[in-house]
């Protein structure tokens, strides 16, 4: 099928080259042309695992094609996805003025039946508004469907999401739309829920921010952990074999982060009171996850005491492991908050350290991980990349001034840690 992507960051993007891995025939579209240039000559503005090569193998079979007009798109494409941005407002509300502009060019050139998507997070009822904007801005009155299709991938796994996904969600009320969305996602094996348009536009929020609430609610388990020593990973584990909590986000930490669970969290609870509802579990939830944070910096301070002129060892800058994505990171606000106190950041990541270089400039950036410990007071562990598991941790201790390290992810073995003869302290341990 011949279909469009508008918009080329990273859902329209990876959405789109997995589209042609399966065999459609995608043209991705976007305003930026210096990013149409790139991405036509074989580079990608982002790191997610294996999509730079999948693009390259679908360009050159002529399956992935990128352009910046919309109107070659709703010309040549029977369904058109829209992947815009849909940034917050200061106030928690979602800014809809990328969607609502592809909804004018699109009507602007629409001549015969298009399927439009949304694939964007939107708030309930954006989908209405989109097919009045349509309907008010077309020229030729052509029939057209519009169609919710929420996207439920999470960076450094989404190829792996897209080609092997939990659930595909529709949100139509047309049966002709229906059965083309059905065909475009034919060769993708996995149960397919058909909705009404709006169930399909509440099914995003309510499902990030269902998991957000899990991972505020073990943090909340880890700091009893801490008062009452006991240990969270092993209340974690007894929970999660209960099959009817499972053990999937109940790792304790120093909060979520990234470009979705703030964002969604914070759009959830506004659009709940604009419906009259007050969602005070989620708000709940959004200020544990601030006060989490906080906790994690008590400890430093109470070991090492004042963080001015101190040397901090930083593990990690993006907001996860196997992205370089540094949005709403919280390792990049450890990193703010030792720097407002004083502190030198001696940081390392193995992909984000451009981008957090550009947000953060007095970071110390080294080449790599052991690097971090040269002269060091303590290190912090912030983002759970696997190789910081392996790194010389008996060399990084001969160049620390001290033999500290606070592991905000649990990523490293507490006894072998303490066994080396580190003063190890964890998250709800």
């Known amino acids: 099928m011949k279909l469009a992507i508008i918009g080329s960051g990273y859902v329209g993007l990876t959405t789109g080259a997995c589209f042609a891995e399966v065999g459609h025939d995608v043209l991705c579209v976007d305003s930026d042309q210096a990013k149409v240039k790139s991405l036509r000559g074989g580079s990608v503005p982002f790191y997610e695992p294996g999509l730079e090569a999948m693009i390259s193998r679908n360009a050159a079979l002529g399956r992935l094609r990128f352009g910046e ?30 969607v609502e502009k592809v909804a004018r060019e699109i009507a602007g050139s629409l001549r015969e039946y298009r399927v439009i998507v949304d694939k964007s997070t939107v708030p309930v009822r954006t989908g209405e508004k989109v097919a009045q904007t349509i309907e008010r801005y077309s020229k030729q009155k052509a029939e057209f469907d519009v169609v919710s299709n929420p996207e439920f991938l999470r960076e450094g796994s989404a190829i792996a999401d897209l080609m092997n996904p939990d659930r595909i969600v529709i949100g139509s009320s047309s049966e002709r739309a229906t059965a083309i969305m059905k065909e475009v996602y034919g060769p993708f094996r996995t149960p397919m829920l058909i909705t009404d348009l709006n169930s399909a536009e509440l099914i995003k929020h309510a499902s990030n921010s269902f998991l957000a609430l899990k991972i505020s609610y073990i943090n909340m388990i880890a700091q009893i952990c801490e008062a ?59 200020s544990i996850n601030e006060e989490q944070r906080e906790h994690f910096l008590k400890k430093i301070r109470e070991e090492i005491w004042l963080l001015r002129d101190k040397t901090i060892g930083l593990l990690g800058l993006a907001f996860k492991n196997n992205t370089d994505d540094t949005r709403q990171s919280v390792a990049m606000a450890l990193a703010e908050s030792f720097l407002k106190e004083g502190a030198v950041v001696r940081a390392f990541d193995p992909k984000a350290m451009a981008k957090a270089e ?72």
């Not at 070659?72 to 990328?98: K, M, Q, R, W």
Request: with cysteine; hydrophobic share 45%.
């Open 69 to 98: 007009s919309v109107a070659e798109a709703v010309e040549n494409c029977l369904a058109l996805f829209i992947a815009v941005p849909t940034p917050p407002h200061a106030d928690g509300s979602v800014d809809l003025h990328y």
């Open 228 to 286: 009452s020593n006991a240990d969270v990973l092993l209340v974690a584990e007894g929970m999660g074999l209960d099959r009817r909590i499972g053990r999937s986000f109940l790792q304790a930490g120093v909060g979520w982060g990234g470009s979705c669970f703030p964002k969604d969290v914070s759009a959830f609870i506004r659009i709940a009171e604009e419906l009259g509802c007050e969602f005070r579990l989620l708000k709940e939830a959004a």
């Open 358 to 429: 550009q947000l953060l400039p007095k970071l110390q950036l080294c080449s790599c991980g052991e690097d971090v410990a040269a002269g060091a007071d303590c290190v912090v562990v912030a983002t759970e990349w696997e190789e910081f598991r392996d790194l010389d941790w008996l060399a990084m201790k001969k160049r620390m001034l001290s033999p500290l390290v606070f592991d905000g992810r649990n990523l490293l073995d507490r006894e072998k840690m303490a066994a080396w003869g580190f003063s190890y302290r964890g998250v709800g341990r």
